[in-house]
């Protein structure tokens, strides 16, 4: 993504400068100005230095947030103070990153200012969301309210999440095994015997010349099949980097089947609990989808939701956009406009993600069920493979020898 270089001045007229990554000038500008800085000036940075890197470094948990948040709750609950809670959190917390900002937000609320605008200039640690819902508790003077529904919303998001990546992992990781142990088994024992094998003389049968052939492949061009892997690592990270590609990519992901269907209803289940604590806390319609557009984390269902807003700006119905689309179900539609009519947004949104997250429960067994006795077939002929190329020679020798 283009860096650009930006000043301007904030609610209290203060001078503001920084960098900020986006696709483009004016989205970049639409950013700072969610910020609440009004801009003068901007300017991309061009060369190889500002092209952006993703190493994911420096991030904190997503666990440690999640425990945060609670606790936060908890003890304002308890009538502690902002101030004292965010000092006891920062002495307790076991992240360093997240004990630098929240010292660095106790002593921004000792000199007075609000807690959102401390947050926000940790913006790489706090989520947009959890900012603009702070910021509407303290508008609103229920800011005990709104970090109790925070609590509970990013709790079932941390739970769905590791429900999907169990999920995915799974499969993963005995997949990556059973390559191990048949390139184990490729490179050391097949060729222990082949050595055995050709002493005795005579033709070896098919099925054992070419397990050999496939050994001597993974000894002699090893770092190939590791290049292979490595470029398309940085291939998928490309095609998620690029709003374009990343479409196209989402898109190809959604498709798949079974994987496919799971990832559409961890989406629709985080956009529903999403917006519906952004309507519960008074957030502007049209604020909260720009929030949800961005944390959603798929470009197609963001696209969707983008014409929603465009949908309301033109006096239509929230919708018509998802209406039209493959990726929202009938459901989904028909319960968010009859939220929309009678007024019940938050608590319509709030069914259809409990909905979808016992959905993602269900999904996720279900794939692990499946997965499981198609990765034990799969590990098994292909270890049978090898092991009757081992065996069928060795018959043939046993043959002879008598």
């Given at each position: 993504?283009?860096?650009?270089?930006?000043?301007g001045?904030?609610?209290?007229?203060?001078i503001?400068?920084?960098?900020i990554?986006?696709?483009?000038?004016?989205?970049?500008?639409?950013?700072?100005?969610?910020?609440?800085?009004?801009v003068?000036?901007?300017?991309?940075?061009?060369?190889?230095?500002?092209?952006e890197v993703?190493l994911n470094v420096k991030?904190?948990?997503?666990?440690d947030?999640v425990?945060?948040i609670?606790?936060?709750?908890?003890?304002?609950k308890?009538?502690?103070?902002?101030?004292?809670?965010?000092n006891i959190?920062?002495?307790?917390?076991?992240s360093?990153?997240?004990?630098?900002?929240?010292?660095?937000?106790?002593?921004?609320?000792?000199?007075?200012?609000?807690?959102?605008?401390?947050?926000?200039?940790?913006?790489?640690?706090?989520?947009?969301?959890?900012?603009?819902?702070?910021?509407?508790?303290e508008?609103?003077?229920n800011l005990?309210?709104?970090l109790?529904?925070?609590?509970?919303?990013?709790?079932k998001?941390?739970?769905?999440?590791?429900?999907?990546?169990s999920?995915?992992m799974?499969p993963?990781?005995?997949?990556i095994?059973?390559?191990v142990?048949v390139?184990?088994?490729?490179?050391?024992?097949?060729?222990?015997?082949?050595?055995?094998f050709?002493s005795?003389g005579?033709e070896?049968?098919?099925?054992?010349?070419m397990?050999?052939?496939?050994?001597?492949f993974f000894?002699?061009?090893?770092w190939?099949l590791?290049l292979?892997c490595?470029f398309n690592?940085?291939?998928?990270?490309?095609?998620?980097s690029?709003?374009?590609?990343r479409?196209?990519f989402?898109?190809?992901?959604?498709k798949?089947?079974?994987?496919?269907?799971l990832?559409?209803?961890?989406?629709?289940a985080?956009?529903s609990?999403?917006?519906?604590?952004l309507?519960?806390?008074?957030?502007?319609?049209?604020h909260?989808?720009?929030i949800?557009e961005r944390i959603?984390?798929n470009?197609?269902?963001a696209?969707?939701?983008?014409?929603?807003r465009?949908?309301?700006?033109?006096?239509?119905?929230?919708?018509v956009?998802?209406?039209?689309?493959?990726?929202f179900?009938?459901?989904v539609?028909?319960?968010?406009?009859?939220?929309?009519?009678?007024?019940?947004?938050d608590?319509?949104?709030?069914?259809v993600?409990d909905?979808?997250?016992t959905?993602?429960?269900?999904?996720?067994?279900?794939?692990?069920?499946?997965m499981e006795?198609?990765?034990?077939v799969?590990?098994?002929i292909?270890?049978g493979?090898?092991?009757?190329?081992?065996?069928?020679p060795?018959f043939?020798?046993f043959?002879t020898?008598?």
């Amino acid at each position: 993504m283009p860096v650009f270089r930006y000043t301007g001045r904030d609610r209290r007229g203060r001078i503001r400068r920084g960098k900020i990554t986006s696709d483009n000038r004016k989205e970049a500008v639409s950013k700072i100005k969610e910020m609440g800085i009004a801009v003068t000036s901007i300017e991309e940075l061009k060369g190889i230095l500002y092209k952006e890197v993703n190493l994911n470094v420096k991030k904190v948990k997503n666990q440690d947030l999640v425990i945060y948040i609670r606790q936060f709750s908890t003890l304002l609950k308890a009538g502690i103070s902002v101030v004292e809670t965010t000092n006891i959190l920062a002495r307790q917390t076991s992240s360093k990153l997240l004990k630098k900002a929240l010292e660095d937000i106790a002593n921004s609320l000792e000199e007075g200012k609000p807690y959102s605008d401390s947050a926000e200039i940790h913006r790489k640690i706090f989520p947009p969301l959890f900012i603009n819902m702070m910021r509407a508790g303290e508008a609103g003077g229920n800011l005990d309210e709104i970090l109790e529904r925070m609590a509970v919303y990013y709790e079932k998001q941390h739970n769905t999440t590791q429900k999907v990546k169990s999920a995915m992992m799974y499969p993963a990781t005995v997949g990556i095994i059973s390559v191990v142990v048949v390139v184990f088994l490729l490179s050391t024992v097949v060729p222990a015997f082949a050595d055995m094998f050709h002493s005795f003389g005579g033709e070896l049968p098919l099925i054992t010349r070419m397990v050999l052939g496939l050994g001597d492949f993974f000894k002699k061009y090893w770092w190939l099949l590791l290049l292979i892997c490595l470029f398309n690592l940085l291939g998928i990270q490309y095609l998620r980097s690029n709003k374009t590609t990343r479409y196209y990519f989402d898109f190809a992901l959604l498709k798949i089947p079974v994987i496919g269907k799971l990832l559409q209803k961890a989406s629709i289940a985080r956009m529903s609990r999403t917006l519906g604590s952004l309507f519960a806390s008074s957030v502007p319609i049209q604020h909260s989808l720009t929030i949800v557009e961005r944390i959603i984390g798929n470009e197609v269902l963001a696209r969707v939701i983008r014409n929603s807003r465009n949908s309301i700006e033109k006096g239509q119905s929230i919708t018509v956009p998802m209406e039209k689309h493959w990726a929202f179900p009938p459901m989904v539609t028909h319960m968010i406009a009859i939220g929309e009519k009678s007024g019940t947004m938050d608590l319509m949104l709030d069914k259809v993600a409990d909905f979808y997250e016992t959905e993602v429960d269900n999904a996720t067994d279900q794939i692990k069920a499946l997965m499981e006795p198609m990765m034990i077939v799969f590990l098994s002929i292909m270890v049978g493979v090898i092991v009757s190329a081992i065996a069928v020679p060795m018959f043939s020798i046993f043959e002879t020898i008598q």
